[in-house]
């Protein structure tokens, strides 16, 4: 990605917020806040983040809802932040489309590689394909239809 990141984070703690929201823009992100489900979805659809970090202890939908709503409008990683370690909560979520979750209390360093890790993947799955290598007078085709044998 050329421009900082876009980084959408929905949470309706006002402590996470105002540690989060810093700690990501000290890193060149740019950040939205939320503190609703419905100003998240809303959000998600209409200013398309590179990357959402999503509460599930939202005051107004469950946040798997969120999760599950969001990925109709957008395939942007998701990152659950969430209070709940129970392995039904951490599996529900990753089932509706949340690609990470990390639990709280968290690490800063922990969510800033998860950060990073999913948007690596998004630039790798958006680089273009290469289609052949050369080297001196040497070009492999890597997109080439397969050879066929010839007939004697």
């Known amino acids: ?6 980084i959408l984070l929905v949470d309706d703690d006002v402590s996470i917020q105002r540690a989060v929201a810093p700690l990501l823009r000290s890193r060149g992100y740019h950040v939205e806040v939320v503190g609703t489900g419905v100003e998240g979805v809303a959000a998600a659809a209409e200013r398309t983040p590179d990357l959402i970090v999503l509460d ?3 005051p107004d939908l469950e946040g798997v809802e969120v999760c599950r709503r969001m990925r109709e ?4 990683p998701i990152i659950i932040l969430s209070a709940r370690s129970g392995e039904a909560e951490k599996v529900a979520a990753l089932d509706l ?3 990470d979750y990390v639990t709280k209390p968290f690490g800063a360093e922990e969510l800033l590689a998860r950060i990073r890790v999913a948007l690596r993947r998004v630039s790798e799955s958006e680089a273009p394909a290469l289609e052949q290598v050369s080297v001196g007078d040497l070009t492999i085709r890597l997109r ?9």
Do not use: E, I, V, Y
């Open 1 to 6: 990605m050329n421009q900082p990141a876009r």
């Open 73 to 76: 409008h957008t395939k942007a």
């Open 144 to 152: 080439a239809p397969p050879c066929r044998p010839r007939r004697r």
């Open 97 to 99: 489309g949340a690609d």
């Open 56 to 58: 599930l202890g939202l």
